[in-house]
């Protein structure tokens, strides 16, 4: 199947993509990947899904393989959605459908929420779609780890030593709980190489300096109250140990009228990697079946 990659002038710079199985006559599927500041490395599984219709992935501005622009300014949600709809007009994607993960659902929201012609779906996987909301469930769920470790947490970030080793070590236990729970750790060089697409500067910019208090740009981000202007079919999904909580997504759910979801049983906040085929196959079929009746 045919392969392109490339770059996108945008505001700021030129963000770099990929494009698979672009002669498909099928919908395309755009992916929004995490962060702020994360890259679609670790999302690139999700090509596979090119055995259906186009697969488009791209690296937001100022991490990944996309230009790093120092220009605090830029890192805002309105210029992101703005960017998004520059990748599509550049591509051509007429019709689309729309798969955010993490941050890229704040950004998917955001852009649907403008909107925009052709979104024939979406999907909202491990959703943030109110930053108070998701502070709320990190909070909780730290409740839920040894004490030595809440104590670390909490005194790390009032003393503002959150980029302490003493920090990192106590992170991880979170991350084993919350973030991927597959026990065999991937690929040292596979972390390291995905370590060195992201940009931190955008993450503390936008959301803070950890996951546990949004005090970025991000803040006050809460679209749950437009949620229902949402017309196309949407999806919810999330792992059933994930930071994006079960609870939290079902309700998202209920707000859209064309509301579905789906919680991997084996998962955390990253069940595309953690139940890799389930992710493929849930996906997969959703769009097929928008697309048939679409």
């Keep these: 199947m045919m392969h392109e990659e490339g770059y996108i002038e945008v505001t700021g710079g030129r963000v770099w993509y990929q494009l698979f199985n672009k002669n498909s006559a099928n919908t395309p599927v755009i992916i929004l990947h995490g962060g702020p500041g994360s890259s679609s490395y670790s999302l690139e599984g999700l090509q596979a899904l090119q055995t259906d219709r186009p697969v488009i992935l791209y ?16 890192w805002q949600l309105d210029r ?9 007009e550049a591509l051509k994607l007429d019709e689309v459908h729309i798969l955010g993960h993490s941050w890229g659902t704040t950004l998917a929201a955001a852009y649907c929420l403008t909107k925009p012609s052709g979104v024939k779906s979406v999907i909202f996987s491990s959703p943030c779609l109110s930053a108070p909301r998701w502070e709320q469930d990190q909070i909780e769920n730290l409740k ?63 959301w803070g300096p950890s996951e546990f208090s949004v005090k970025g740009n991000l803040k006050s981000f809460d679209c749950t109250s437009r949620l229902n202007e949402i017309s ?22 209920t707000l859209v009228a064309n509301g579905k979801i789906h919680i991997f049983e084996n998962s955390a906040h990253m069940p595309y990697f953690e139940e890799k085929e389930e992710y493929l196959q849930v996906m997969g079929t959703f769009l097929k079946t928008i697309d048939s009746y679409c």
């Design 80 to 88: 992101f959605v703005e960017e998004l709809a520059l990748v599509r």
């Design 59 to 74: 690296d937001q501005l100022g991490c990944g393989r996309s230009d790093r622009p120092n220009d605090q300014s830029l």
């Design 144 to 206: 839920t780890l040894p004490i030595e470790i809440q104590e670390t947490i909490k005194r790390c970030e009032e003393t503002g030593t959150t980029d302490s080793e003493e920090f990192k070590s106590a992170i991880q236990e979170f991350n084993k709980r919350f973030v991927c729970r597959v026990e065999k750790d991937p690929d040292p060089e596979w972390l390291k190489k995905g370590a060195g697409y992201r940009n931190p500067e955008i993450y503390n910019i936008m």
């Design 232 to 253: 196309c079919p949407a999806l919810f999904t999330c792992g059933r140990y994930d930071e994006a909580t079960p609870a939290s997504t079902e309700y998202f759910s």
